[in-house]
């Protein structure tokens, strides 16, 4: 079982930053992958980014040379680093730890429900004009 405790979402400015963390806490935290969906009411959730095992990324191409993802192993947490914010990055972002079908469900369309995984609770992020 994991637990992920998300932190750092809120409110800013169109074109200012945040960043968010999330902390894996549990038995068995290898060989996962660490991302963030966000979302919107009325829409499907859409996923962002992911840091993967092996230690590659992936950026959604709406928030790419914006959005950077990271990870710390050895304290199990992943950050993402949003800079540059738009009013449509407005939101509830949800962290997920992946134990499978990570790579389906963050880079192929519709394919959310291949994930095996655990998720937060979700934290807004509300970015103003």
């Known amino acids: 079982q994991v637990q992920l405790e998300e932190s750092g979402g809120g409110s800013a400015q169109a074109g200012g930053s945040l960043r968010l963390s999330c902390v894996a806490r549990g038995s068995d935290i290898r060989g996962i992958c660490m991302g963030w969906f966000r979302e919107v009411a009325g829409k499907e959730r859409e996923g962002i980014a992911v840091?993967?095992?092996?230690?590659?990324?992936y950026v959604t191409d709406s928030a790419k040379g914006r959005f950077t993802i990271y990870r710390n192993k050895l304290n199990h947490t992943a950050y993402l680093q949003m800079n540059d914010l738009k009013v449509e990055d407005s939101g509830t972002y949800y962290c997920v730890a992946g134990i499978r079908g990570c790579y389906s469900a963050f880079e192929r369309p519709h394919s959310i429900g291949r994930l095996a995984g655990y998720w937060g609770q979700g934290i807004q992020v509300i970015v103003s004009s």
């Open positions: 840091h993967y095992d092996d230690e590659s990324t």
